[in-house]
């Protein structure tokens, strides 16, 4: 494998000496337009509806995509609309392949997502997309905990229902319980396929919360009720934000909180913020006095720079930069990184010191 | 005479300017809002055509020991570095296509299909020229440091060659655009940073080495015994578009309409008036799409100089309102057919080879001004950047 990948490199690279300026990805990707590596492509083989407004988008990653996602991680969708490339990420819902074929992401249209909108009732397969390489720590450890409980809502089943398909593709799941809230039934994705495995596998229950008719679950007194147990079992929770807020206190207040795994489907720039300081551009020698909290990003536009910019939640990688001098922090991590010549992304970064940017 | 202000030449008052100024602002605004698909698709059916022709040029000329392949092979080659060139390679890198977001076709990643290294063009042309259009002493594109092209510009007898040079420079276009970000003579001089030497040499023999390797060792190889033909045919390409693109760009600047500016314009100059710099010191030339799309827009020079940064496919859309404007306020707005543009600006070069003294002017501005240094000035010197102009990146970190 290791061999084969370096004499493909070197293949690109003698033949990048015919085709210099460009790279031979340049020509091959107008030939079949997923026979590049310079950026991550994929086609949208299959648009598959799964409820009135929720799709399932079948994508074949073009060369340099690895088939390695872990269950329960998310993807960076770029897709065009309007001659302008946009970014999100979605959980990819199919479960990860040992070699070839496609990815799948399962996209709900939020009425106030125009993207999400424009990806469920939108494209038509053969669209080329971009893709940014699978991230995310919500994902289902190797080997599972004996006992799990995931607590979903919403268009939070899809990083579940990868992890769901991992198990029953090796052929057993654990002990799982689910407990699925959604709107209506109607509404609720997956629910037959949900369904089938619960028939087939004896240690898999779920439960479907319609939370129109029902009520929103309550915790802890509906946990109780649909899984005394609770508390000896591994968590996994995944829905909308005020879900995920009772979920979490429930389980604080229990001394449980280590148990609890939680993905929220917004960005979660937590961490400490930096130190802020004073941020130059080398290339028209502007500065600007950014604060901790404030990513470089938004510090250079608020100084009037036109600062390229993607998803804004350090996915895509189109905000990339390089930092001249100084350093700066990764509001995600904490990690720190230092020029001179790193490479930083703007979005998800704060200045930490005085800092120099090559724009 | 050099324009020292451009508000007393046009005998406009500052309020007409500034209202100028916001005519042509909205102009970008519309154009910004309306960048689409079609526009998207414009630059990538363009960059497919000219990857098309490449590719099936050089495929053509394996057979290019027979005449016919060696004409066709050689058209398709001369006019996809055309292409790349002009309508692709300089309107990526002034930043044109930026908006789509789309990192391979972005200022800050494009490289082209000639020997300057893209960050030094972007440095020479995108700020130094395209901020200080036809400001004598600080425009280093008023004849390049070579040609003599402004009456203001001292005569030294060296400038009797200028024919010469002009033929020299035609020929090996590429190679003159590939020293014009060293500052020649900043280095003879030894005034030039050593550090920013050393490294803008190694930048351009990387590039160097990359192009003169792939034209004139690497296929030549590839075709065997066509290699001979294979040479004469590539050398032949690069000859058609250095002479084509130095045909484009001589008539940019140097037809008479297009006039001059001394360094009093641009001490507190507005924006507004920085827009009005542009359309007096740059001159339009004529034709059909084709012809348009092959000059990589820049017949709409006016429009480009004003708004160098939106998409060419939508300058000649842009010139409909721009030309009104100029007569509206009674401006100034040079164009006319190519040979007649170039024929202005061959003149201009043969003419300033003499002293002033034995040539009379022929441009609308009439008698010239006090004589300017020679030699240019340094990033540290000069004003901080407008930001529509398109990035490059710093020296520093060249």
């Known amino acids: 494998m290791v061999a084969e990948r370096i004499s493909w490199e070197s293949v690109r690279r003698v033949g990048s000496r015919i085709t210099t300026p460009l790279s031979p990805d340049d020509y091959l990707r107008l030939v079949n337009p997923l026979w590049t590596s310079r950026e991550l492509r994929g086609r949208i083989e299959e648009v598959v509806r799964e409820t009135d407004d929720a799709a399932t988008i079948v994508i074949r990653p073009g060369w340099g995509w690895h088939y390695d996602h872990k269950p329960g991680q998310y993807v960076g969708i770029g897709i065009q609309v309007d001659g302008k490339f946009h970014w999100r990420s979605y959980s990819v819902s199919s479960p990860p392949r040992r070699s070839g074929g496609t990815i799948a992401i399962t996209v709900r249209a939020m009425p106030e997502g125009f993207l999400s909108e424009h990806l469920v009732s939108g494209l038509e397969p053969g669209t080329i997309l971009r893709l940014a390489k699978p991230q995310g720590d919500f994902v289902l450890p190797d080997p599972p905990p004996a006992r799990m409980l995931f607590l979903v809502g919403g268009s939070g089943i899809t990083p579940v229902m990868a992890m769901l398909r991992t198990l029953h593709r090796r052929g057993s799941l654990p002990d799982v319980r689910l407990v699925y809230s959604s709107t209506t039934e109607e509404r609720m994705i997956f629910r037959d396929e949900l369904r089938s495995l619960a028939e087939e596998h004896d240690g898999f229950s779920l439960h479907e919360q319609y939370t129109d008719s029902d009520g929103v679950l309550s915790f802890p007194d509906d946990l109780e009720q649909l899984c005394p147990d609770w508390r000896e079992r591994e968590t996994y929770a995944c829905g909308p934000a005020p879900m995920l807020d009772a979920c979490e ?44 909290a404030e990513t470089v ?15 804004r939640m350090g996915i895509c990688h189109t905000c990339t ?25 703007t979005c998800v970064t704060a200045l930490a010191g005085d800092c120099t940017l090559d724009i | 005479m050099a324009i020292a202000d451009v508000k007393e030449y046009t005998h ?7 209202e100028l100024g916001r005519e042509l602002d909205q102009i970008r605004q519309d154009i910004e809002e309306s960048r689409c698909d079609a526009d998207a698709a414009y630059i990538n059916r363009l960059i497919k055509v000219q990857r098309g022709l490449a590719a099936a040029g050089r495929v053509t000329l394996f057979a290019s020991r027979w005449r016919p392949a060696w004409v066709a092979g050689t058209a398709m080659l001369g006019v996809a570095k055309i292409l790349e060139n002009m309508e692709i390679g300089h309107n990526v890198m002034h930043g044109q296509w930026d908006w789509m977001n789309d990192p391979e076709i972005h200022s800050s990643t494009w490289e082209w299909d000639t020997a300057q290294p893209a960050e030094q063009w972007k440095h020479s042309h995108n700020y130094v020229h395209h901020q200080f259009t036809n400001v004598l002493g600080h425009d280093n594109d008023i004849g390049y440091g070579i040609l003599r092209m402004a009456r203001e510009q001292k005569w030294h007898p060296a400038n009797l060659g200028q024919p010469v040079y002009n033929a020299l420079l035609a020929t090996l276009f590429q190679w003159g655009v590939a020293l014009h970000d060293l500052d ?41 015994p066509a290699w001979r033909s294979t040479m004469s045919a590539n050398m032949t390409a690069n000859l058609m578009r250095n002479l084509w693109s130095y045909m484009i760009i001589f008539c940019g600047h140097f037809p008479d309409g297009a006039l001059h500016f001394s360094e009093e314009e641009i001490e507190d100059e507005t924006r507004a008036e920085w827009y009005l710099r542009q359309m007096l010191g740059s001159a339009n030339f004529t034709g059909g799409p084709l012809l348009h799309v092959m000059s990589g827009n820049l017949g709409y020079q006016i429009e480009h100089h004003l708004f160098p940064d939106l998409p060419s496919n939508r300058y000649a859309e842009i010139s409909d309102r721009v030309r009104p404007l100029c007569e509206k306020y009674g401006i100034p707005y040079t164009t006319g057919p190519l040979h007649r543009q170039y024929g202005q600006a061959l003149r201009t070069i043969m003419k300033l080879s003499l002293p002033n003294r034995m040539t009379k002017a022929d441009r609308p501005d009439g008698p010239h001004g006090p004589e300017v240094q020679r030699g240019r000035l340094s990033d540290a010197e000069r004003q901080q950047k407008r930001r529509e102009l398109g990035g490059w990146s710093s020296r520093a970190s060249a």
């Open chain 2, 12 to 18: 406009l008052s500052s309020e007409e300017v500034e």
């Open chain 1, 297 to 311: 990003l938004e510090a250079g536009e608020a100084a009037g720079v036109g600062m390229p910019y993607g998803c």
């Open chain 2, 184 to 224: 020649i003579e900043a280095i003879r001089k030894m005034e030039k940073d050593p550090e920013v030497m050393k490294k803008q040499l190694a930048q351009i023999g990387r590039k160097v080495r990359r192009q003169v390797g792939k034209d004139y060792v690497i296929f030549p190889l590839l075709t065997g």
């Open chain 1, 249 to 292: 206190e429930a389980f604080e207040a229990a001394g449980l909180e280590e148990r609890l795994h939680l993905e929220r489907f917004s960005l979660d720039l937590g961490g400490d913020g930096a130190e802020g300081g004073t941020l130059t551009f080398s290339n028209t020698n502007k500065s600007y006095d950014a604060d901790g």
């Open chain 1, 321 to 345: 930069l390089t930092l001249v001098e100084g350093t700066v922090r990764d509001l995600r991590s904490g990690e720190e990184l230092s020029g001179p010549n790193e490479r930083i992304q």
